[in-house]
Each structure stands twice: as C-alpha cells, then as structure tokens.
C-alpha cells in the first residue's frame, strides 16, 4: 500500500520520498523503519493532529505527518 | 584539586575590599562546582533571614571543574542567589566566554556582598581583582556598556553586565555575558543591581589548565569533541538553532501558545521555526569558548518596523515568549523584542510570561485602560509590546510598569484572584516554553520539584521523554511515551541527579547528550580526580538536589509548593495532546517515596540525609 508523507520541521530537509510503498498490513512503526532517518531523530507519525503508535495498521492512501521528537531549548 | 584553582574571589563591594580564600576541599568532590557549590558556599557563609536585595545578601558566581577545558559544552557557569522574584534559593546558568577567562584569571568563582557606594565595575585579572566606580555607565543600556568596557579594558576582556532592568530591581532582571549569553532566570540581575555592580570584568594572560591525568583527559576530550559535532541532532542545532524543531514542537502540542491556553498553530509552527530564521535573518552562527555546535544566532533585519543592525538573534526560549505566547507569529518581531530585552538585561522568559498574562487579564476585564496607562492590550499587538511595554517595565514607569516589573505571580496578588488563574508557573517562576501537555508529562514533575521553579534546564527530562538519553547503567534502558506518566517519576529520580551535575559541572545540556554516563564519570576523574564509580557521581547529583531542598525548607517551601499551575494540568484543547490529562499527584506521590522525602516537610528523612553525608549541612540549615 501507499503512504503519503509529509515532513515537519527538522524531517523536512531528510526525507525528501513524498510517498512510500510499504507492505499491506504494516503498522506505523513499519513506516517509521523504511524511512531510513537517523535513529536520534527520534520520529514519530502525526495524522489528524494525533500521535500513531508504533503498533497502530496504516490504511492504503493515508497521509501521515513525520515530526521528530528532537527538541531544543 | 586539579581541574580547579582551589581559589574563590571574596568581594565587599561597601568597602570595596577584595580577598581570595580557599574552601574546603571537601566540597569540589562532594558538590561538584556551579550550583551545587554555590549552594554549599551559601550554607556555610549566607544568611538566611537575609532580603534577597539588601547590602549582605550574598551573589555568587561558581564555575565547573570543565571550565576551561577545550570541550564542547563545558564552557557555562553559575549564580546563585536568594531570588527576588520567587523569595528562595535559586541559581542560573549561562553559556558564552566568561567562565573559562575567570578560571584561566585563577579563581573557581566570585561570592559577592554589600552594596558599593557608587556605581561600579569589579575588575579581575590574573589572581588578583579591583572594585573601581563608573558612575557613568548607570543607566546604560547593556550593548553601550560592553562597548564601553571593551574599549577600556581591551577586546579580549570578557564582560558581565546588567541592564537598567537590573539597576532598577525588577524581579526578572538577567545578567548578561559580552552582549549575548545570559543569566536569565530568577532575577539575578536585580541582585546585582542592588548591590551598585553595573559589571564584572576578566581578563587573564595564562591560559594554564592543570588536570588529573592529562593523557586520559585529552583522548576522551577528543573523541567526546569528535562525537559532538558530528552529532545529527547538534547539527540540526547547528544549521537552525535551538529553535531547529520549533514546527515539530508545535505538531508536537509542545510550544504555549496564548498563555498556554492553546496547544497547536499550525501557520505560526513555519513562521517562526529556526529553519525560517536562517532563510530570512542569519548572517552567521555564533558559539560558546571551545563548542562546535555553534547554535547561537547572528542575525540582520534589514527593513520594516522591527530593523536591526547585525548582532545576537534570538534562541528558543525567546522566539516563543515574544511570538506564539503573546499571540504573535511575527519572527522579526521577535528578534527586536529579544534585542531589547538583552539590551535591558530582562529575563525573556519571565518577561514574555508576564506581558502574557497582562494580555489575558485585559482581554478579560480583570485590568483596563486606566490599570495600563491608556494602553490597550491585545493579544499579538507585538508593536505595543516592543514600543511601550518593555522600556516601561524596565524603567517600572507608572503604574503598568510597577505592576509588570514584579513578575506575573506578583501581579496577579495585586490585581485579584481570578488572574492567579492565568499564572503559569512552579515556585513563582515563570514556566518556560515547554508545554508538558505535549512535552511530555514527566516534565510536569520536574518543574514542580526543581528548586528554582519551573524550570526546563534543572533536569534532562524533556530530552529523556523525547527519546534523545539512553543510560542502561543507571537502569534508564527503556522508551517514555511522553504523554503518559508510566515510569515518570522513576525516570524523574535519575533526571534529577544528572540535572544537578549537570549544573555543577556545568555541562550544556545539548553537547551533553552525546556523552555516555561511564565517560561523565571518567571525565570527572581524569579532570578532577575524584576516582569515582558511577554511583559515586549519581550519589553527588543527589546529594546537591538534597542540599538545594533544605535550603528552601528553610526559606518556607513545604512538599504543598511541589506543584505546578492548575492550567498546566488541564487537559489540552488542541493538538497532539488534546484531553489527556496528566497525573500529577501519582507521579508526585510516586517520586517521593523514590527520594525518602518527607510528604508533608518536602526534605528527606534523617537516615538519606545521614547516606548524602549530609548531616552538617543539615544542621546548619535547619536548626539555624
């Protein structure tokens, strides 16, 4: 299935793929991994303003945010 | 004690004397430096009964045993000081050059008392120091003064100053380094000010460092160096600032928006992140003495009513108390009003958060046109906060600028209870721009426990919520879902410890999180030669997080004040993290009996105090 992407912040200059072509029934954390982003990015997938977990099934079409958890301050 | 000089600078700025003394070497091993030693040097030579802004209070200046070493990070330094805006015991950090100078100049710190007749700069060169007067300099905003020191005493000199915020004691006056870095939080520039210091100056010749074992030292500084700035996410600090990941804070829920009544902006998140500063206003980065990351700002804005000429740009902090916190998503505004503010010497952060609460206040009838001078607020009227608020609040001119220079906790006593409702805060420090809502739940604790407030930089929770720490050796192996409170306060009791070396040491807590617990430990014993285990050194963070708790004990906090603004604890209205609540009380109730601490005294019981080796200090503190 299709997963539209798209990067937020710091994710935005590393991923430049639009969308993924990842198994039927991958879950977030499926996604996550194929992205191929250094792991102290720390990203997670935001859709509908809300957090995936790792576990949660992905739908064919969907659009997911990708926002790293590295925050400065 | 290697590492150190072994010597602190006593200054009387009423009689002007100046004088070195040793203190007891027992206390570079067991409070380490910067907070914690300053906390210890107040126990032994403070009074606690003292106003924080009278002639003998005490201000103290205490650098870290890596100060002056050539490792990224290591180049930050401690005040310390009863606060005048929260009434207890407090300390901030600060970032720039002064602190390796100061050590290079032969002193570990400067513990300051009196009040000097006129206005005056302390001097300090090569072990020896001078208090001279400048009554010209008073009322100088803080770039005009640098200058001014600069061109008098040599570029190469190294400054602290205060601003007319700090000369005219408003509660949330910084400190400010050569113009860029600050001792920003708690008010530490309002102590200066009362004591007449408008600056302290160093400059020193040798740039001698004598460490333990120089070999170990050198190998494991170049490979922490090596690592530090390759860093992925220094790097990202690097290119954008710490404002990097603002857009993701946002999506994040992290990032207060209105007073943290809202928790996602999206057209704000581009607006302001640090990737849009670059685009638009930065000439080029700056750093501390010896760091590669580099994630200071130096920036220029050219045109439009908020110009100006190239000179330090805003960090994090600062682009959100004057942006998405007043309502603003107004990025040069931002530079302009944090310019100003260090130009004043204001805090940004308790000063964005005050002005926040002023705006909600107003926009609910609580103050009107006649409290504010003729002004009215609103929210986002960035060009009422830059023009009229700030030189108000800095000048505490009319009744607006009395009311807002006290902080926002102080404002709100005066103004009415219903306003105590827009506070956000822990202790009567202002909360900083991290909304654990969506920051993470576990940072809720941590600001209400540290001992300064609600404070980011007490502790590496954020960064250990955010997946950035991993420290098997000290049982931290594990993932935080940040918005939860599962393993918070487990996570909270080592956080707490590592924010306390952290601020002893006085390490950054970005380069930081490239070095692993084992080379923290190696990094104290082939610096310092200490010839600790790991436990040794998390027993030491603890023990200064004790200390710290006593002291404030005695100054009147009880475990009630281990809170934080009921705001802060209502479930979101947006955003990632809208209608989670956070529970608070399970974490609390779960991190103190993680510390032994007492639950209605706040301090830890006879027998911890007696396994801190804190038995002295305890009965100095409490039984007077």
């Known amino acids: 299935m299709r997963i539209f992407l798209e990067p937020i912040g710091v994710v935005r200059g590393r991923l430049c793929a639009q969308s993924v072509e990842i198994d039927g029934d991958s879950a977030v954390g499926k996604l996550i991994e194929s992205l191929n982003l250094p792991p102290k990015l720390n990203v997670i997938a935001i859709t509908d303003g809300k957090r995936l977990s790792s576990d949660e099934k992905l739908k064919d079409g969907a659009t997911v945010k990708i926002v790293s958890l590295a925050l400065g301050g | 004690m290697k590492g150190s000089t072994g010597h602190f600078l006593s200054v009387n700025l009423s009689d ?42 005490l201000l103290i200046f205490s650098l870290g045993p890596f100060a002056g070493l050539r490792l990224s990070g290591a180049s930050r330094f401690s005040a310390a000081a009863c606060s005048p805006l929260t009434g207890h015991w407090a300390d901030s950090s600060c970032g720039g050059n002064f602190a390796p100078e100061l050590k290079f100049a032969g002193f570990d710190g400067i513990l300051i008392s009196g009040k000097a007749e006129k206005p005056s700069v302390l001097v300090i060169s090569d072990h020896t120091a001078k208090v001279e007067t400048y009554p010209e300099l008073w009322g100088l905003g803080v770039e005009k003064t640098t200058a001014a020191l600069k061109h008098k005493f040599g570029k190469a000199s190294k ?25 920003g939080r708690a008010g530490l520039g309002a102590v200066m000010g009362s004591k007449g210091l408008k600056a302290i100056v160093v400059r020193a010749k040798d740039r001698n460092f004598i460490v333990e074992d120089p070999i170990a030292c050198r190998k494991l500084v170049s490979e922490l160096n090596s690592r530090i700035k390759e860093s992925v996410t220094l790097s990202v600090m690097r290119e954008n600032g ?16 209105r007073n943290f009544t809202s928790n996602f902006w999206e057209e704000m998140a581009e607006a302001l992140t640090g990737s849009t500063l670059s685009e638009k206003y930065l000439k080029r980065r700056a750093n501390c003495d010896f760091c590669s990351v580099a994630c200071k700002r130096i920036v220029e804005i050219t045109e439009g009513p908020f110009a100006i000429p190239k000179g330090p740009g805003p960090e994090y902090e600062t682009i959100v108390s004057f ?37 909600e206040a107003f926009e609910n009838g609580d103050i009107g046109v006649e409290e504010c001078d ?41 103004t009415g209870s219903k306003t105590r409702e827009y506070n956000v805060h822990a202790k009567g420090l202002e909360a900083p721009m991290h909304d654990p809502r969506g920051g993470g739940h576990g940072l809720a604790l941590t600001y209400a426990v540290s001992h300064r407030g609600a404070c980011h930089v007490s502790s590496p929770m954020l960064f250990m919520e955010m997946g950035a720490c991993y420290y098997p050796e000290i049982g931290f192996d594990y993932e935080l879902d940040p918005l939860s409170s599962e393993n918070k306060a ?24 490239e070095i692993t617990i084992p080379e923290w430990v190696a990094l104290f014993n082939s610096v310092a030669g200490f010839n600790w285990e790991i436990h040794d050194m998390m027993k030491a963070g603890r023990r200064i997080f004790y200390l710290q708790r006593l002291m404030n004990h005695r100054y009147g906090l009880r475990a009630e004040d281990d809170k934080i603004s009921s705001r802060l604890l209502t479930p979101a209205v947006d955003g990632a993290p809208e209608g989670i609540k956070i529970e608070f009380d399970k974490m609390k109730t779960k991190f103190y009996n993680l510390m032994d601490l007492d639950p209605e005294t706040g301090i830890p019981s006879s027998k911890t105090l007696v396994d801190y080796n804190l038995e002295t200090e305890a009965d100095i503190i409490l039984k007077g």
């Not at chain 2, 400054?159 to 870095?181: M, Q, R, W, Y």
């Not at chain 2, 929210?379 to 006290?406: S, V, Y």
Request: charged share 15%; aromatic share 6%.
């Open chain 2, 490 to 513: 487990e996570s909270a009791v080592l956080a707490m410890a590592l924010g306390s070396l952290e601020n002893s040491a006085c390490l950054c807590q970005f380069a930081d999180r």
């Open chain 2, 16 to 57: 002007g004397s100046t004088n070195s003394f040793c203190p007891p070497i027992d206390y570079y091993s067991r409070f380490i430096g910067g907070a914690g030693f300053a906390a210890r040097l107040f126990v032994e030579r403070g009074n606690f009964e003292t106003d924080p802004l009278a002639p003998d209070a």
């Open chain 2, 374 to 414: 003729g002004l009215q607020l609103k929210w986002g009227d960035i060009n009422t906060i830059i023009n009229h608020l700030l030189p108000t609040i800095a000048e505490k001119r009319g009744g607006l600028g009395e009311l807002l220079a006290g902080g926002s906790v102080a404002a709100a006593r005066k």
């Open chain 2, 323 to 359: 942006g998405s916190l007043i309502g603003s998503m107004d990025l040069a505004a931002t530079c302009k009003a944090g310019k100003m503010c260090n130009d004043l010497g204001m805090d940004t952060i308790s000063c964005g958060a005050t002005i926040a609460w002023a705006l």
């Open chain 2, 242 to 257: 710490t404002a990097a990941n603002l857009e993701g804070g946002v999506h994040l829920g992290d990032v207060p928006i």
């Open chain 2, 159 to 183: 400054t602290l100053v205060i601003g007319p915020a700090g000369e005219n004691l408003v509660k949330f006056a910084c400190i400010i380094n050569d113009g860029h870095s600050a001792f």
